[in-house]
């Protein structure tokens, strides 16, 4: 059995040079979102925003107890709404510069999705390997976002079992056709903002397959159960 590895979170976050994409700070939303579509050639759709009410921070859906506050669809046809033309981004954004950026998944990529302990654990183990690694992201909510190439979600299951592990024991899902994720600078609420852990570069523009991941994923879940 491996020992236990430390890592370093702001090392991994910071440690990989964007060619593009801008820094993390002090982020223009509508701009990252339409870098994007033009350089990434993701798909993007705005959701709803933060709003302050009594100095709280709120979900522009009205919801009190909203579980993703300014990180969620803003409407049920965002499939349809969702684009890959950097043109159309822009006027979306135009008209609520606020809002936070989503990338629909199954099409440019599907996301495996895993807690950040174990994610961290399946970097330090991937690197190791050598292994080729896509854009990664971190979400407040202790969550981390591996992006592969679409198809993940059909194939994960029985590479899951494959290893000996039965899907259902693992906190590991992918999010495919019909899901989305939150992309960086968007704020999850008052609980802080999506970030990558391995920034989109012209390295990785070409993604992994999630057989080529799934191993140190599923190990390090399996650990952090």
Not at 158 to 171: E, F
Not at 180 to 207: E, I, K, M
Request: hydrophobic share 40%; with cysteine; net charge negative.
């Amino acid at each position: 059995m491996d020992a236990e590895v430390e890592i370093d979170v702001e090392e991994i976050i910071t440690g990989t040079e964007s060619a593009h994409i801008p820094q993390q700070r002090g982020e223009s939303l509508p701009e990252t979102a339409v870098r994007y579509a033009e350089e990434r050639h993701w798909d993007v759709f705005p959701g709803t925003w933060l709003v302050t009410s009594g100095g709280v921070q709120l979900c522009s859906c009205g919801e009190p107890a909203c579980a993703a506050p300014g990180a969620h669809p803003a409407r049920e046809d965002w499939a349809a709404q969702a684009t890959g033309s950097a043109t159309v981004a822009r006027r979306l954004w135009s008209v609520r510069p606020e809002a936070s950026i989503l990338l629909p998944t199954g099409r440019a990529f599907d996301a495996i999705d895993v807690p950040e302990t174990a994610g961290f654990l399946a970097l330090a183990r991937m690197r190791r390997m050598d292994l080729t690694l896509g854009p990664v992201t971190c979400t407040p909510d202790r969550r981390m976002h591996f992006f592969v190439l679409p198809g993940a979600a059909a194939k994960v299951p029985d590479l899951v079992r494959a290893l000996g592990w039965p899907p259902a024991s693992l906190d590991l899902t992918v999010r495919g056709e019909g899901s989305y994720v939150a992309a960086p600078p968007t704020r999850v609420g008052s609980r802080g903002a999506v970030q990558w852990a391995c920034r989109p570069t012209p390295a990785n523009r070409w993604l992994p397959d999630a057989e080529e991941l799934i191993s140190p994923l599923a190990y390090a879940c399996g650990r952090d159960r």
